[in-house]
Each structure stands twice: as C-alpha cells, then as structure tokens.
C-alpha cells in the first residue's frame, strides 16, 4: 500500500455499522465503480476480521471482492477504495466465506436451548491498528426502526432514550459452520448474557470450558464476585490456568478470597509457583497461613480444612423462629444443609437438616427433631479418615468437635474430596 493509502488506513479507525454502509457509493480514483453489496468475514480467535468488501456493480459488470487493506475511507456517503487494475478484483464470494448482510443480517438469534430471543437488524464493526472486527450484534428496538427508516420520527415522538441501542458482543456468538454456503440457519448463541446471574456454577462451568479462550474470559469477566468465584471452583485445571492468567491478579485475588481455604488451595494448587504467589500476596484471606500449609502439603489433617462458618442454634429453639432467622445467619454460611444444635457451652448435641426442618410444625422445638447420634470428627483426623466417613454415609458435611464434644467447625464433602487427591 502506498503512502497516501496508510495515511488515510489511519483515518478509517472508527465505529461503524453495517446498515449505515450497505448500499454506499464505492468510489475508485474519483469515478464511482458501484455499490457496496456485502462484507466478508473470517473468524479468528478473538473476533472476526473483515476479509473483503464486496462491491455490486451495475450493467452486467462483475462484482468486485476488494481486500480490506486496499480501503482507504468508510463513511455512510462514500467508500473510497484504491485499486490500480480493476479487472484483477473481479469475482464472486467463495461458498466458504461468511458474509455479515447475506448471512448474519435478520437471522434469528436463538439461545442455547433454540429459544428465540430476537433477530439480528444490524452489524457493529470496529477498525483499530488497520483491521476492521465485528464485536457485536445489535438487536435493538433502535435497530429495527433504522431499518425501517423510522429513527427520526420516533426520535421526535419519544426521545432519545427509547433508541437505547442494545448490542451483544460476538463473543457470545457460537462459531459459524466452516462451509457456510448461502446459510439459511439462525445466529445462535453459547449463552445469552442476561441469563448469565442464573445459571448455576456447575452448569456454568461446563459452559465456558467449551468455549474458547476469548470467549470464556468474556462471559466469565460479566460475573460478579461470589457467582465468579463459585464458578472458577467447578471449572476444570486446564481452563482455570488459563482463565487465571489472562485475569488482572487483584481480580483473582478477590475470587479466592470468597473461598474456604481448601478451595482456595485446590485452585491455587494449579496455577505455577511464582503466579500463585503473587496472588496470595493480594488476597485478604484471613485464613491464608492454613492454605500455604495446604498448597505445601505440611499438613494431612482436616485442621486446616475447617470452616468455622457454620449455622447453630440451641435446643429449646422453634422451627418457626429458626426459619424467619435462617435468612439472615445463612448470608455468611459456608454450609447451609445443616443446623448444628449446640448448647450454651457450644457442645454439640444434635444435627438437623434443613428439610427436616421446614417439614417441621412451626412450634416444634429443635431437641424434638434434631438427630443425635451425630458423626462427627476430630481436628487431628487425618484426611484419609474424613474420606472414608463421607463415601461411608453420604453426608455432605461433618462436624469437628474436641473430645469434649465442643464444635470447633465444620468440613465439607467437596472440600475432603477434592484435596484427597493432592494431600493423601
């Protein structure tokens, strides 16, 4: 490209979409060669790169595929296009390019479930660094009315705030078939964005480790805190490490630290020594002694295993006053399927499960229904023995008390298991 051209490649970079370029004059030298009829698309690992311009020209003449790279300038008046032999660009689209207007353009866009949920009406691109991307898909009310050429009446009947545009980035956007053809499909969707606060961990977890990288750290960076944090425990080592590393590490830090130390230790333990480091260095973790001893495997017992944030109550208690409490003592609960019934010493003595609670009558008291013959462990247990409890009776939880009986806290299933693996 000459000098004139990469000067005036820096002045593209800019916003656009595609219904406000379709149908543009194309111009080459001063003389108008036609229209633009469609843009080519190839889809990398990021998002997709605009390939060529497709130009319809009239009387018979053979539409021309421009390379990106010979584009100089895009308004919505004009694409000015810099090509010294005309005939050289002649041609039609190969059946396996993907094209933003015959393609994408109008199509359905489904959810994972094929549910529709609304209809492509347009294109965002962007130019940075010489390339054009596409980044998102608009389905607003803004967009449908563009199309209609009703944007300036509706903006005069109702304001600006109604043609809010609504996009969804590509990411979001499930990779297209590799011979596309004249695709007659739907736009389908890996997972709709504002569905993303309910879907649980577990099933969120096996969405984004069948994502690629780009679009994983996408729709994992729209998560808050604790739903993040829950959902980087259930994701498989491979995508956690490499999830983790494409994160900003105070970020990271702050997801683990809404972990128990066991989890905060089996996702560490993945990540090479130096980088887990520099993350221990951020995180705020109270209990953050007990997962060094645990990532260095000083320590084979539950003791650094406990969570002390567990829910009791005493034993004279009626359910119903134990369920309009319940609410607010579950907010900081690392376990929330059992009550442990203690006394005012803090000494257990019994355990109730949360449906049997609230089978309960109202007035019961919780030494009616609690179970007595609690399983329970001792600090100084070895992980091996917690094991063993848990495949023995299928809790999902057990107590840790002294040889008094005292409740010093609580161990999870996940959290024995997980580590069993790491530290037996």
């Known amino acids: ?15 656009y979409f595609l219904s406000d370029i379709i149908g543009t004059k194309v111009v080459n030298h001063d003389k108008k060669l036609g229209k633009l009829r469609d843009i080519a698309i190839v889809e990398h690992e990021k998002l997709p790169t605009v390939t060529h311009f497709i130009v319809h020209r009239p009387f018979g003449h053979k539409p021309l595929m421009v390379p990106w790279e010979r584009v100089s300038l895009v308004t919505p008046r004009e694409i000015i296009i810099d090509l010294d032999s005309i005939e050289q660009y002649e041609g039609e689209p190969a059946e396996s390019q993907v094209l933003l207007n015959d393609h994408i353009l109008d199509k359905k866009v489904l959810d994972m479930d094929d549910n529709e949920i609304d209809v492509v009406y347009d294109v965002k691109l962007m130019s940075c660094n010489k390339m054009l991307y596409v980044t998102d898909v608009d389905f607003s009310r803004y967009a449908l009315l563009k199309r209609l050429g009703l944007k300036q009446l509706v903006k005069l009947l109702f304001g600006v705030d109604f043609l809010k545009k609504e ?12 011979n596309i053809g004249m695709f007659k499909g739907n736009v389908k969707l890996n997972v709709l964005k504002e569905k993303l606060p309910e879907i649980h961990p577990v099933d969120l ?26 959902t980087l425990e259930e994701i498989e080592p491979r995508v956690q490490r490499t999830l983790i590393s494409s994160m900003d590490k105070e970020r ?60 009791r109550f005493v034993p004279n208690m009626p359910a119903e006053t134990v369920i309009a409490a319940y609410r607010k003592v579950s907010e ?9 019934v203690v006394d005012h010493d803090n000494r257990l003595r019994g355990v109730v499960s949360l449906p049997e609670l609230l089978r309960s009558h109202p007035e019961t008291h919780l030494k009616d229904i609690m179970t007595t013959d609690v399983v329970s462990l001792n600090p100084d247990d070895a992980i ?5 409890q848990f495949l023995r009776y299928s809790f999902r939880a057990l107590p840790v008390t002294t040889g008094d009986d005292v409740i010093v806290g609580v161990v999870t299933y996940r959290d024995i298991m997980n580590l069993k693996h790491r530290i037996v």
């Open 332 to 340: 900081e609960a690392d376990v929330l399927d059992y009550l442990y």
């Open 1 to 15: 490209m000459n000098t004139t051209i990469e000067k005036k490649q820096e002045e593209v970079e800019g916003v």
């Open 252 to 311: 990271v830090a702050d997801l683990i630290d809404e972990m128990t130390p066991a989890q905060a230790a089996d996702v560490l333990s993945v990540l090479p020594g130096q980088e887990a480091d520099e993350i221990m260095k951020l995180m705020e973790h109270e209990d953050a002694e007990k997962i060094n001893l645990l990532l260095e495997q000083q320590d084979a017992t539950i003791a650094n295993l406990i969570t002390k944030n567990f829910i």
């Open 384 to 388: 091996a023995e917690a094991s063993t």
């Open 167 to 178: 996009t969804l980035s590509w990411s979001y956007v499930q990779t297209l078939p590799e």
């Open 205 to 230: 977890a096996d969405i984004i480790e069948e994502l690629d990288h780009e679009q994983s750290l996408a729709i994992f960076e729209e998560l808050d805190t604790e739903h993040a944090s829950d």
